[in-house]
C-alpha cells in the first residue's frame, strides 16, 4: 500500500521558510515522478514544482522560480519542497504527489497516480 505523508507546514511571516517534507513508504522516491502541487481556497490546484526519476531533472512553476527547490533524498525515500522568501500569495494546502513516469515531469495533476494528505501553509503578510 503507497502511502505519501507531508509534514512541515506551519505559519510563516512573509519573506520567511519552510522545508515540506513528503514521506513515501510502498514505492521508492527515485524510481517515480514526485511533484508538489497546492491549492488554495477558491482556486484550481497548481503545479509547484517536481523532480524527474530519470536524471533527477527539476522544473518549477513560474511564480516559484528561483524561491523555491525541490529535491529528494533516496535514502530516506523522502522528497522536499524547500520554499524562501515566502509570499502572502503562497497561502495554500500542499499536497505531494508521485506517478510511475520515468521521463520528465508533468504539470498535470491528472498524471499522478498518488497523492499524500497535504500540509497547510499559511504565510501572513
Known amino acids: 500500500q503507497v502511502q505519501l505523508v507531508e509534514s512541515g507546514g506551519g505559519l510563516v511571516p512573509a519573506g520567511g521558510s519552510l522545508r515540506l517534507s513528503c514521506a513515501a513508504s510502498?514505492?521508492?522516491?527515485?524510481?517515480?515522478?514526485m511533484a508538489w502541487f497546492r491549492q488554495a481556497p477558491g482556486k484550481e490546484r497548481e503545479f509547484v514544482g517536481g523532480i524527474s526519476s530519470i536524471g533527477s531533472l527539476t522544473n518549477s512553476a513560474d511564480s516559484v522560480k528561483g524561491r523555491f527547490t525541490i529535491s529528494r533524498d533516496n535514502a530516506k525515500n523522502t522528497a522536499y519542497l524547500q520554499m524562501n522568501s515566502l509570499k502572502p500569495e503562497d497561502t495554500a494546502f500542499y499536497y505531494c504527489?508521485?506517478?510511475?513516469?520515468?521521463?520528465?515531469?508533468?504539470?498535470?495533476?491528472?498524471?499522478?497516480?498518488?497523492w499524500g494528505q497535504g500540509t497547510q501553509v499559511t504565510v501572513s503578510s
Open positions: 504527489a508521485a506517478t510511475g513516469d520515468r521521463y520528465g515531469i508533468s504539470r498535470a495533476a491528472s498524471r499522478y497516480v498518488y
Open positions: 510502498g514505492l521508492t522516491v527515485g524510481s517515480y515522478a
